[in-house]
Each structure stands twice: as C-alpha cells, then as structure tokens.
T-cell receptor, first 118, second 111 residues
Framework: GAGVSQSPRYKVAKRGQDVALRCDPI?????LFWYQQALGQGPEFLTY????????KSGLPSDRFFAERPEGSVSTLKIQRTQQEDSAVYLC????????????????FGPGTRLLVL | GIQVEQSPPDLILQEGANSTLRCNFS?????LQWFHQNPWGQLINLFY???GTKQNGRLSATTVATERYSLLYISSSQTTDSGVYFC?????????????FGEGTQLTVNP
C-alpha cells in the first residue's frame, strides 16, 4: 500500500488483558516510530526502530509495554496486563532513514489504533 | 528536552476567513513538521519545513529557525479545514530520532 497501515483500528480490552497492535510501514522505510496520544493532547514518543534494531525505547511508560520489529518491516506493540490509563490512540510512523543517524526526515503516520481499556 | 508551544489553543472562524497559527520551540531543530489531524484521528502531513517558506494551495508555512518559531497560514478557510493542527519538531542531538509535538490548535470553521 501507499501509506502506513495499522490494525486493528479499534480495540476494547478488559483490564488485565494483553493486547497486540500491528503496524505496516511504507515499503522501503527503514525507520519506524510508535507514539501514544491521550485524548486532547499531542502524540508522545514511545519507541524507535532502525530496521530490526530498537534504538530508543525511552518513551515506553512501563515494562508492560514491549515493541518488536523482527524482520525490519512490520512492527508489533504489545501491552501486557492492560490498565485503564493505557486507553489512548497508538500511532505508528515511518520515514526513509536511508543512512544511520540521518537527521530531519519527514515522518508519515498511520491512522492509529484506538485502545479502550474497561 | 525541547519544548513546543502552539497558539492559539482554539480558533473559531467563519468560512472564507484567513488565519495564522504559531509554533514556538525552545532550541534549534533538525526537523519541523506541520500536521492536520482530521476528525477520524489521521495525522496528515502538511509541511516539512525546518527553515524557510513553503506554499501548498491555500496553505503556506514559514519557519524562522534563528528565532525559533514557525507560522502556518490558512487562507480562504473552508469547513473541511476544521480539526487540530499540530506542530512537531526533532532535535537529534538531545532527543534522538523522535518528534516532539505541541498541544495543538483546535480550528473550527463555520459555514
């Protein structure tokens, strides 16, 4: 596809359940990002991959959050033992990232997954 | 980390009016992007503009990097322009490859 895709678009989970959110970046994009957007706020950074390497996970709010990108393309964000405060929109973005350490590239965002934890 | 402030937080216009949205940032940046978030939550890229001026139809943007601000101009606004406008910046040296977003400007264009 031409853009970043995410699935599912909506997810309702009971408190304590594990969830897995999927991101398909733009084909050929090396860099992949996850952001969390709470209601009424701007997105906040969670984690960053360059190919399959997770170079920055400093934004993950707790050890219940785990992300992977094993083959350098599709990425999965997993949240274990979900809590109500995890309710948010989870956004995935990708950029070309052709060179390690390249700075200042346009990031393209997917439609997001709306997670509601009851 | 770098701070991003957007103003105004809310803006209500009549169709056909012009508007200016502002983004101030606290340090020099490698990347600055303007986004429009539509009512379905999709972040739509408007401009990649770490410096200089760009125009795309009724929209234009100017970033004065030395003074650490960017402006987004919307002319002849339409109801479809409604939504939240975000400014986001990247400063690789201190924050790595991440965008830091402002709180957004909620724009409502009435018919």
């Amino acid at each position: 596809g031409a853009g970043v895709s995410q699935s599912p678009r909506y997810k309702v989970a009971k408190r304590g359940q594990d969830v897995a959110l999927r991101c398909d970046p733009i084909s050929g994009h090396v860099s992949l990002f996850w952001y969390q957007q709470a209601l009424g706020q701007g997105p906040e950074f969670l984690t960053y991959f360059q190919n399959e390497a997770q170079l920055d996970k400093s934004g993950l709010p707790s050890d219940r959050f785990f992300a992977e990108r094993p083959e350098g393309s599709v990425s999965t964000l997993k949240i274990q033992r979900t809590q109500q405060e995890d309710s948010a929109v989870y956004l995935c973005a990708s950029s070309l990232g052709l060179l390690a350490g390249v700075r200042g590239e346009t990031q393209y965002f997917g439609p997001g997954t709306r997670l509601l934890v009851l | 980390g770098i701070q991003v402030e957007q103003s105004p937080p809310d803006l209500i216009l009549q169709e056909g009016a012009n508007s200016t949205l502002r983004c101030n940032f606290s340090d020099s940046v490698n990347n600055l992007q303007w986004f429009h978030q539509n009512p379905w939550g999709q972040l739509i890229n408007l401009f990649y503009i770490p410096s200089g001026t760009k125009q795309n139809g009724r929209l234009s943007a100017t970033t004065v990097a030395t003074e650490r601000y960017s402006l987004l101009y919307i002319s002849s606004s339409q109801t479809t322009d409604s939504g939240v406008y975000f400014c986001a910046v990247e400063r690789y040296e201190t924050s790595g490859s991440r965008l830091t977003f402002g709180e957004g400007t909620q724009l409502t264009v009435n018919p």
